[in-house]
């Protein structure tokens, strides 16, 4: 069983940047995958970016590329998440997620893949 802890959201203003964690408790396997997805308002939830556990291979969805970098800390089982240059359409809520068991064949930007989920934390962005 692994439980997932966001925090680091807020309101910021366009242009701004914030750093989001995601503290885990409990080590699903050696295989796994960690990612961020968000969900605004009224909308369905959105990849954003993930990262191996075996090897540090990052993926990111194109509307990210460039602004967001998703990182790792092994010793402190946390995830973490540098959104800079915000813009007002970030706003949503994001949350982050465990894929167990990861075949390495591609990382998974498909919610459904992903095991374990924490609560979210929402991050606004004002223009």
């Known amino acids: 069983q692994v439980q997932l802890v966001e925090s680091g959201g807020g309101l910021v203003q366009a242009g701004g940047s914030l750093r989001l964690s995601c503290a885990a408790s409990g080590r699903p396997s050696s295989n796994y995958v960690m990612g961020w997805f968000r969900r605004a308002s009224g909308k369905e939830r959105d990849f954003v970016a993930a990262i191996s556990w075996v090897d540090g291979t990052t993926y990111y969805a194109d509307s990210v590329k460039g602004r967001f970098t998703i990182s790792g800390d092994n010793a402190k089982n946390s995830l973490y998440l540098q959104m800079n240059s915000l813009r007002p359409d970030d706003t949503a809520v994001y949350s982050c997620?465990?894929?167990?068991?990861?075949?390495?064949?591609?990382?998974?930007?498909?919610?459904?893949?992903?095991?374990?989920w924490g609560q979210g934390t929402q991050v606004t962005v004002s223009s």
């Open positions: 997620a465990v894929l167990t068991n990861w075949d390495e064949y591609g990382i998974p930007d498909d919610d459904l893949e992903y095991d374990y």
